[in-house]
């Protein structure tokens, strides 16, 4: 089993519409849940993240930890055009260990 | 706001050659990562230095080694480069504790023919 399975899409929503992207681990032990949101032909910026179990809200976007069933969704609601990008998720471990895992990332894209 | 730059956006050489790629982050931070990113497998940790002079394989080291001789600068190197290390390779930079956030540079997109 791989470490974090995401579905690489292509999802393809129309403005407005909530999008949810998921993902899927197998290691217990991750304790911070990052989303990385990734433009083309940029690198990755950080979008959000989560400790342990649990909701964040930050504007239009919702992270949620449900850590009984291993598993990690990213709510978009009210999705724009410039939402359009590839999301990854990216689990972690906590203390001196850093490495983070990305899944392969879901392709959004919000048509006007 | 924390920068990170590479040297190049985009970059072609040739089978054999050995190429260098460069990081330079502003931000004072302690550890640095170098990734290549490829359609369908998605990021794949290369190496990373968690202090000057100190490196770390990640989980696909072959093919390439680092240099972090000064705190804000990490290359990468290809020994020898091969057509199937053409990919988007992008450099990374996390402070020292906090909440593992990385900070990515543009990428360069390396092509060897």
């Known amino acids: 089993q791989k470490e974090v399975e995401q579905d690489p899409g292509p999802l393809s929503v129309p403005e407005g519409a909530i999008v949810s992207l998921n993902c899927t681990y197998s290691n217990s032990a991750f304790q911070y849940f990052m989303w990385y949101r990734q433009y083309s032909r940029k690198g990755p910026e950080l979008l959000m993240y989560t400790y342990s179990s649990g909701n964040k809200e930050d504007g239009r976007f919702t992270a949620q930890v449900d850590k009984s069933s291993k598993y990690i969704s990213l709510f978009i609601r009210d999705s724009q055009p410039s939402d359009s990008a590839t999301y990854l998720c990216a689990p972690s471990f906590g203390g001196s260990n850093y490495k983070l895992t990305f899944g392969k990332g879901t392709l959004l894209t919000v048509n006007p | 706001d924390v920068k990170v730059t590479q040297s190049s956006r985009y970059l072609v050489k040739r089978t054999g050659e050995k190429v260098f790629l460069e990081c330079v982050q502003d931000?004072?931070?302690?550890?640095m990562f170098w990734y290549r990113q490829d359609p369908g497998l998605g990021l794949r940790l290369i190496y990373f230095s968690y202090d000057v002079k100190m490196k770390e394989k990640g989980d696909i080291p072959e093919g390439y080694s680092v240099s972090r001789e000064k705190k804000e600068r990490f290359s990468l190197i290809l020994e020898s480069a091969s057509t199937n290390q053409t990919s988007m390779y992008l450099c990374?930079?996390?402070?020292?504790?906090?909440?593992?956030?990385?900070?990515f540079g543009p990428g360069t997109r390396l092509t060897v023919l």
């Open positions: 931000m004072d931070h302690e550890n």
């Open positions: 990374a930079t996390r402070e020292r504790g906090g909440s593992n956030e990385q900070f």
